[in-house]
Nanobody
């Protein structure tokens, strides 16, 4: 009924940039918080950034000053602009959203993930 699809991942050299996009589709009333998570080999999934419908954002300390999360409520999309990428940023990045099917019921959804590899 509801799907999140990420795009924009790929291979990039250190200090390069990538812009990830996530589109929500299906039938729903509204989208509350949205965020980006990542998971590197051998590590647990961690939150990278999150944003409220009003645009208030929070970031992991490791990406502050380099990544910017944004959203377009009219298009049901969330973005992650990643600048000055480091090898440590290599991971599968997942889109996450808290979606209301109706006003009083919500569920957390995940995208399929997109690979980001930062390497020379």
């Amino acid at each position: 009924q509801v799907q999140l699809v990420e795009s924009g991942g790929g291979l990039v050299q250190p200090v390069g940039s990538l812009r990830l996009s996530c589109a929500a589709s299906g039938t729903f009333f509204s989208i509350n918080a949205m965020g980006w998570y990542r998971q590197a080999p051998g590590k647990e999934r961690e939150v990278v950034a999150a944003i409220t419908p009003g645009g208030s954002a929070n970031y992991a300390d490791s990406v502050k000053g380099r990544f910017t999360i944004s959203r377009d409520n009219a298009k049901n999309m969330v973005y992650l602009q990643m600048n000055n990428l480091k090898p440590e940023d290599t991971a599968v990045y997942y889109c996450n959203a808290d979606i209301h099917s109706v006003a009083l019921f919500s569920r957390n959804y995940w995208g399929q993930g997109t690979q980001v590899t930062v390497s020379s």
